[in-house]
Antibody, heavy 116, light 107 residues
Framework: EMQLVESGGGLAQPGGSLRLSCVDP????????MHWVRQAPGKGLVWVSG????????KYADSVKGRFTISRDNAKNTLYLQMNSLRTEDTALYYC?????????WGQGALVTVSS | EIVLTQSPATLSLSPGERATLSCRAS??????LAWYQQKLGQAPRLLIY???NRATGIPDRFSASGSGTDFTLTISSLEPEDFAVFYC?????????FGQGTKLEIK
């Protein structure tokens, strides 16, 4: 079963930055929309951002618009999430997800903690 | 933004019983609704896509229906491994949104 692999999580101060990466070992990476979904400790799922297969379309949740940037490198089968101006409420496990019709494929999650 | 409201927040049932979970959208999402199951400490798993289609490998005791604004997930006879949190998710309008979840617990 294909598994996405996230990296780049860690501790950041409020106002700081982090960049998450997600490697997709599959063969159809460049054809698929890819998304980021986050889950704060003990809370529900929140869709964060998505990008089309060719990178021409990007979408964001209102809560991260202007602070987070999604990007991808199809030659490396890698999705990124650049997170700037981090806030304490951005603390969460960030999942990279993909799939047609629904999110069949999930990573194990990258933990981001924003704290002073 | 489309708000998805799930009910009940918590459902307490016994193995063998039938579970019915609801998801209501603040505006029509057509059939672009999915259901996910999340067990403690695990990533969510896709159960249903496009309102009523079971994902690959999902047992047929899971079924779903609905379109527009009202959706239902039914588990016909609960197995011990079914107890978890369930989320609905719409991919009809940007930004995509999830419901707040229904916790299915053992009575």
């Amino acid at each position: 079963e294909m598994q996405l692999v996230e990296s780049g999580g860690g501790l950041a101060q409020p106002g700081g930055s982090l960049r998450l990466s997600c490697v997709d070992p599959g063969f159809t990476f460049s054809k698929n929309w890819m998304h980021w979904v986050r889950q704060a400790p003990g809370k529900g799922l929140v869709w964060v951002s998505g990008m089309s297969g060719d990178g021409s379309f990007t979408k964001y949740a209102d809560s991260v618009k202007g602070r987070f940037t999604i990007s991808r490198d199809n030659a490396k089968n890698t999705l990124y999430l650049q997170m700037n101006s981090l806030r304490t409420e951005d603390t969460a496990l960030y999942y990279c997800v993909s799939g047609t019709g629904g999110y069949y494929f999930w990573g194990q999650g990258a933990l981001v903690t924003v704290s002073s | 933004e489309i708000v998805l409201t799930q009910s009940p927040a918590t459902l307490s049932l016994s193995p063998g019983e039938r579970a019915t979970l609801s998801c209501r959208a603040s505006q029509s999402v057509s059939s672009y609704l999915a259901w996910y199951q999340q067990k403690l400490g695990q990533a969510p798993r896709l159960l249903i896509y496009e309102a009523s289609n079971r994902a690959t490998g999902i047992p047929d005791r899971f079924s779903a229906s609905g379109s527009g604004t009202d959706f239902t997930l039914t588990i016909s006879s609960l197995e011990p491994e079914d107890f978890a949190v369930f989320y609905c998710h719409q991919r009809s309008n940007w930004p995509y949104t999830f419901g707040q979840g229904t916790k299915l617990e053992i009575k």
